[in-house]
């Protein structure tokens, strides 16, 4: 039984790419590119939220741990929304640009 299957699934493949090379170029492109954003939805779904929310929530998360990391320094002072360490400008020669 799961050799028929198996058999008739292989046979259902292989018909699908003949039919696939005996279709005209533009045609062969506009099914591709249907089967890749149908696999695509359905990795959408299957991941259950879209990897820019992902991406979003990471940054989200490492701009806020910047900013505690900002805050815990006391050695510096804040301008407006700008943050100058105390040694700032003093390490670097003016005279040297490198």
């Not at 533009?26 to 591709?32: E, G, M």
């Not at 939805?41 to 490492?62: F, H, N, V, Y």
Request: include cysteine; aromatic fraction near 6%; proline fraction near 3%.
């Amino acid at each position: 039984m799961l050799s028929q299957l198996l058999a008739a699934f292989v046979l259902l493949i292989c018909i699908a790419l003949a039919v696939h090379m005996a279709v005209r170029p533009a045609l062969q492109r506009r099914v591709d590119a249907g089967l890749q954003r149908m696999l695509w939805q359905l990795r959408q779904r299957w991941q259950g939220r879209s990897d820019t929310k992902q991406a979003e929530e990471i940054a989200a998360a490492t701009a806020k741990a910047a900013i505690e990391r900002a805050r815990a320094r006391p050695e510096g002072q804040w301008e407006g929304n700008v943050y100058r360490p105390r040694r700032f400008g003093k390490t670097r020669d003016k005279d040297k640009l490198h």
